[in-house]
């Protein structure tokens, strides 16, 4: 099923990061309830104190994430988040509903409530899971699907915001805007993609490198754009926390790409997970415990083949998630090993007269003509040119600009 339903959406998230997952996500509800409260029209008291109530009860649980000590006091953390975030979802449904009628005159577009919805729900879903103690698998273009979504709509909300004097920064904006809407239909076709075949992608792992250099652009502009607005440098509505904000989710996206990369997080073949297991309520229930093997399907017509569990910790990994950190090294596809009925392209024909014939030479013409099929379709591609110049490889949101954001053109 796709990551993001017509509707509110359900999600399958990331395995948790335990308190670092729970405390970014904590961060982010809480900024959800400050837009909120700030965005309610002046009349609608009653909204604006439930929201500036959500708000405070965030912060708190923030704290208590910060002086957690001890498994228990971890457990009673996150049975309270649920709670309060449960009742935060109830909330932000209700303004989907009284926005999409015309009756709650808010500054935010109903957009920005489905957004928010998205979110808590995702966050729901990893707390659940979280609590049960078990960790499981996930679908990689629905996870890709997911993020890239919210990041093409964080550009929007960003061009809604902007004063419209501000005509170089809009440009800049709208090619964002453009460029993630292509990717966000390009990960949509592949969760198609891989909805209906059995083999690994090549051309997939070129677009999680166009994805994560996008990511890493649009990161860096938005940190330009925080810096501005704290000098009072950019003419806009966007608040130094919201921009803030979006950076942050930035980051998160690309942190969950390197952490497929570095196999932190369990990444499921797309064909045995999309024919074999269908979420429920977003999470893959047939998921096994953290101890438990990966069971990585193989090609048809052979048995499963098991693989360890990466035991990697976060902290062996170099995540550098600071703005212009050098993020080009894509995780590239692990090779595969050939398949003589998989890869050979021979027809059923062939074998039909193998299998029915008796005679040597009939099975020599059969063979051949196998050889032959196989020099036809799997001639080896060549490989890619190598840049002369590194530098344009790792090019970021400047190389798009008539010049750098706050700086003279001389």
Known sequence: MPRHSSGTGRVLPVPPLDL??????????EDHALFIKTGLPYDKTDLIEEAASFEREFADLRVRADRLQ??????????????SLKEFIRFKKLLLEMSLVNTLGSALPPLFFDHIIREAEYFMAILEKMREGKRFTVIQALEVDFWLRIMAEHTKFIDNRIDPSERSLLGVV??????FDDL???????????????????????????????????RDFEQAAYDMIVKNRM???ISATMADHFRREADHFLLVLTMMEKGVIKVERE???FKH?????????????????????????????????VEETIDDIALDCTPGSDRENIMQPEPKAESAGAETGAGAGDAEIVENSSKPEATEVAVKAKIVASEKLAK?????????????????WGGHWPRQLGKIKL
């Open 271 to 273: 064909e045995s997970s």
């Open 184 to 218: 966000t239909m390009q990960g949509r076709d592949y969760v198609s993609f891989f909805e209906h075949q059995s083999q690994d992608l090549p051309a997939y792992s070129r677009f999680l490198q166009d994805s994560r250099t996008a990511t890493a652009r649009l």
């Open 380 to 396: 080896p591609s060549k490989p890619p040119a190598e840049a002369k110049d590194n530098k344009q490889a790792k090019y970021k």
């Open 277 to 309: 297991k269908k979420p429920k309520f977003g999470v893959n229930v047939a998921a096994a415990p953290i101890e438990s093997p990966v069971v990585i399907a193989a090609d048809k017509g052979s048995e499963a083949v098991s693989k360890p569990v």
């Open 20 to 29: 670092e997952e729970v405390k970014f996500w904590l961060h982010i509800m």
């Open 70 to 83: 001890g498994d228990k006091k971890f457990s009673e953390l996150i049975t309270d988040t649920i709670g």
């Open 174 to 179: 709208r090619g964002y805007e453009d460029e």
């Open 235 to 237: 003419l806009s509505t």
